[in-house]
């Protein structure tokens, strides 16, 4: 009786071995899952980093001490995306992308600079022409975006673009007959000396 029983423990063994290496040979036919089904991603280029100016006024200082300025507006930065080919993604998904590119959180698309400038307290150490200034850190490039189809098998929906945000925002006073470090807001300012 015991051996009949083990005879029979492995004859289904057996069975359910071949079933189930037959199994996949149903599905060899069907295209490899790739990604997820509606995953949308983006792959940037020319992405690039820089400040710019949006306030700065010269100003003389006759003696060292603090003084209270106010710069004048110079030019507006605003977030957002523009669709140059394709299908149109989001603004919002677009800069979203890009932040997870570059450093420092972006601003949301649809978000602006201010046109009207607070005034700002400096302290001088020395008499002398100076620029009190505010600015941002400009981050751009340019995206090609696509969406998994709805059965995971391969991207299309394809979407090109550029796109345009600010992450960091400074102000200050630089004297124009400094030499401030080239890529920093300080040297921006220079230009208005």
Same mark, same amino acid.
């Given at each position: 009786?015991?051996?009949?029983?083990?005879?029979?423990?492995?004859?289904?063994?057996?069975?359910?071995?071949?079933?189930?290496?037959?199994?996949?040979?149903?599905?060899?036919?069907?295209?490899?899952?790739?990604?997820?089904?509606?995953?949308?991603?983006?792959?940037?280029?020319?992405?690039?980093?820089? =400040?710019?100016?949006?306030?700065?006024?010269?100003?003389?200082?006759?003696?060292?001490?603090?003084?209270?300025?106010?710069?004048?507006?110079?030019?507006?930065?605003?977030?957002?995306?523009?669709?140059?080919?394709?299908?149109?993604?989001?603004?919002? =998904?677009?800069?979203?992308?890009?932040?997870?590119?570059?450093?420092?959180?972006?601003?949301?698309?649809?978000?602006?600079?201010?046109?009207?400038?607070?005034?700002?307290?400096?302290?001088?150490?020395?008499?002398?022409?100076?620029?009190?200034?505010?600015?941002?850190?400009?981050?751009?490039?340019?995206?090609?975006?696509?969406?998994?189809?709805?059965?995971?098998?391969?991207?299309?929906?394809?979407?090109?673009?550029?796109?345009?945000? =600010?992450?960091?925002?400074?102000?200050?006073?630089?004297?124009?007959?400094?030499?401030?470090?080239?890529?920093?807001?300080?040297?921006?300012?220079?230009?208005?000396?």
């Amino acid at each position: 009786m015991s051996k009949r029983f083990l005879s029979t423990v492995v004859a289904t063994g057996v069975a359910a071995v071949s079933f189930v290496a037959l199994g996949p040979a149903g599905t060899a036919g069907a295209a490899p899952l790739v990604c997820e089904p509606g995953y949308k991603s983006a792959s940037w280029t020319s992405l690039d980093k820089s =400040w710019v100016i949006t306030h700065a006024k010269q100003i003389k200082i006759p003696k060292s001490g603090s003084y209270t300025k106010t710069a004048t507006y110079r030019k507006t930065v605003s977030s957002g995306r523009e669709v140059t080919g394709g299908a149109s993604y989001s603004a919002n =998904w677009v800069i979203s992308s890009m932040d997870a590119h570059v450093s420092g959180t972006l601003s949301k698309a649809g978000e602006k600079t201010k046109k009207k400038s607070e005034p700002a307290t400096f302290n001088f150490n020395k008499p002398g022409v100076y620029v009190v200034f505010s600015g941002v850190k400009k981050a751009s490039g340019y995206y090609t975006a696509k969406t998994c189809n709805s059965k995971g098998t391969g991207f299309g929906k394809k979407g090109y673009g550029k796109a345009r945000s =600010w992450s960091v925002q400074a102000e200050g006073a630089v004297k124009c007959t400094e030499s401030p470090k080239k890529g920093t807001a300080k040297r921006e300012a220079k230009a208005y000396c």
